[in-house]
């Protein structure tokens, strides 16, 4: 059996929020509850939500990201030094039936010298394992997100006259919070990484170059972010990334191969494991796994989060074998593409197509690898 994550069936991160959890931040939001009382509701909720993962044969367990907004906002916001307003920049998402959705994302500004004040994901993370009989799994977005969407001119030159200093604090910064996770008995932890699957992209990497970056620097640049966050962590603790191309209500940003970003992001980023989206075309191939080193894992994000179908074994077990072409079976593992709900919006599916489609995903794993139970 598999007892190191990945596990052969995962599960990027996650859920549909229950409709009690919405309402009750929206409640507190509105001051009808108090702080105690809305996370007394999220408890409840998570807790039903690990007995559904463990019952459904998943090994790695989330919170479903059910606290939060946004997968990666909520996370950032506790860095002293950041501030969020309201969103500037348009994005819009683009549906395979060729219709569209905007969004305006919270904006993410550095006004101040970023520090680790205080556990960010201590306190959630000590509630999941008081929960789980299997692993405890803690999704953080990657450094990246702090840097990409606004650039130069989202992080203040008064602060930081040189952008190296804010890079050195920034991942100093992951640093304690990975040690207090670590401490806290955290074995499995994955970032959550657009950046590096939109610099795969011809129009956005034109984009990239047109505002002034280089983007096989920025790539070099967000590999040494990751390493540099994880640097020091326990020898047990397994670190994953997971790379995605947009998913907000069943809707994707970016398309595009891994080719121009695969030789130095499997070489370069020093992690245990890479999720990657491979539930449709827009990500290219699997000939980008070739430059997969000996010990590295590939979760294939086969099975889709963005629709209530649920793929068929024989489809799904032809493409394992296909992207076994390129990389040997025993470093493969799979799952979704991405979560459910990315944001507190969740995709266009219904809550028991999740588990559905997570029992699929369980059920094709065990047929392969034989070792997920």
């Given at each position: 059996m598999n007892d190191r994550p990945p596990f052969r069936a995962d599960h990027v991160g996650s859920f549909l929020r229950p409709p009690q959890v919405t309402a009750a931040r929206r409640q507190r939001e509105e001051g009808v509850?108090?702080?105690?009382?809305?996370?007394?509701?999220?408890n409840e909720a998570i807790a039903e939500l690990v007995k559904r993962e463990e019952e459904v044969g998943l090994r790695g367990i989330t919170d479903g990201e059910l606290r939060r907004f946004m997968f990666h906002v909520d996370f950032l916001e506790q860095l002293s030094g950041v501030a969020v307003t309201e969103g500037q920049f348009l994005t819009k998402f683009r549906r395979?039936?060729?219709?569209?959705?905007?969004?305006?994302?919270?904006?993410?500004?550095?006004?101040?010298?970023?520090?680790?004040?205080?556990?960010?994901?201590g306190h959630d993370f000590d509630f999941l394992a008081s929960q789980v009989s299997r692993t405890?799994?803690?999704?953080?977005?990657?450094?990246?997100?702090?840097?990409?969407?606004?650039g130069r001119k989202a992080i203040s030159e008064e602060v930081y006259p040189r952008l190296d200093q804010f890079f050195d604090d920034l991942t100093a910064a992951y640093r304690e919070e990975i040690a207090d996770?670590?401490?806290?008995?955290?074995?499995?932890?994955?970032?959550?990484?657009?950046n590096l699957a939109y610099l795969c992209d011809p129009e956005i990497r034109e984009r990239t170059a047109a505002r002034g970056d280089d983007p096989d620097e920025l790539v070099n640049l967000y590999c040494r972010l990751v390493?540099?966050?994880?640097?020091?962590?326990p020898d047990q603790?397994?670190?994953?990334?997971?790379?995605?191309?947009?998913?907000?209500?069943?809707?994707?940003v970016s398309q595009g191969g891994y080719e121009p970003v695969a030789e130095i992001l499997f070489n370069e980023m020093a992690v245990d494991a890479f999720f990657l989206e491979y539930d449709d075309e827009r990500s290219g191939d699997f000939a980008p796994l070739r430059f997969v080193p000996k010990g590295k894992k590939v979760v294939l994000g086969l099975m889709s989060s963005k629709h209530s179908r649920v793929e068929g074994a024989d489809e799904v077990k032809h493409r394992i074998e296909e992207a076994a072409r390129y990389i040997p079976l025993d470093q493969l593992a799979l799952s979704h593409q991405c979560g459910f709900s990315s944001t507190v919006h969740g995709n266009a599916i219904e809550?028991?197509?999740?588990?559905?489609?997570?029992?699929?995903?369980v059920a094709i794993a065990s047929e392969v690898w034989g070792d997920t139970a």
């Open positions: 509850i108090d702080a105690a009382d809305l996370r007394r509701i999220e395979d039936d060729g219709t569209e959705v905007e969004f305006k994302p919270p904006t993410m500004l550095v006004d101040g010298p970023i520090k680790h004040t205080h556990p960010v994901q405890p799994k803690v999704c953080i977005p990657a450094p990246s997100m702090l840097h990409f969407r606004g996770l670590a401490g806290r008995g955290c074995t499995y932890l994955q970032m959550d990484d657009t390493n540099d966050a994880f640097r020091g962590k603790m397994v670190a994953a990334i997971h790379l995605c191309r947009g998913n907000f209500q069943s809707a994707w809550p028991e197509d999740q588990w559905r489609k997570l029992a699929q995903t």
